[in-house]
């Protein structure tokens, strides 16, 4: 059973910084485009960053432009999602996941194959 594990999350002012990971143990992420994904309650699912499989497409949210920056590490099995200038409407559980394909079909998929448990992102003074 593939599980993605992604950390980072906390609590944070506003205008502050934070960066996430995603990793999947025994699951080789190289081959595959990852997606950010976030959920506030009562709001529906959101994606928020996308990054194909060697970086040759980069997919982001208008909501998050200019703010967070995707990267990999393929050495390090990593994906991550660095957050700056946070807002209170980032609040949410952010998840990665991919629906193990290499390229990406824009900034969220329509279905995803695997999923962490996702790490809670708090934006509040």
């Known amino acids: 059973q593939v599980q993605f594990v992604e950390s980072g999350g906390g609590l944070v002012q506003p205008g502050g910084s934070l960066t996430l990971s995603c990793s999947a143990p025994?699951?080789?992420?190289?081959?595959?485009?990852v997606t950010w994904v976030r959920q506030a309650p009562g709001k529906e699912r959101e994606g928020v960053s996308c990054?194909?499989?060697?970086?040759?497409?980069?997919y982001y949210a208008d909501s998050v432009k200019g703010r967070f920056t995707v990267s990999r590490s393929n050495a390090e099995n990593t994906v991550y999602l660095q957050m700056s200038d946070l807002e209170p409407e980032d609040t949410a559980v952010y998840y990665c996941?991919?629906?193990?394909?290499?390229?990406?079909?824009?900034?969220?998929?329509?279905?995803?194959?695997?999923w962490g448990q996702g790490t809670q992102v708090t934006v509040s003074s």
């Open positions: 025994g699951f080789i992420l190289d081959y595959y485009a």
């Open positions: 990054i194909s499989s060697f970086e040759g497409m980069i």
């Open positions: 996941a991919t629906d193990t394909l290499s390229n990406c079909r824009g900034v969220s998929s329509p279905r995803y194959d695997y």
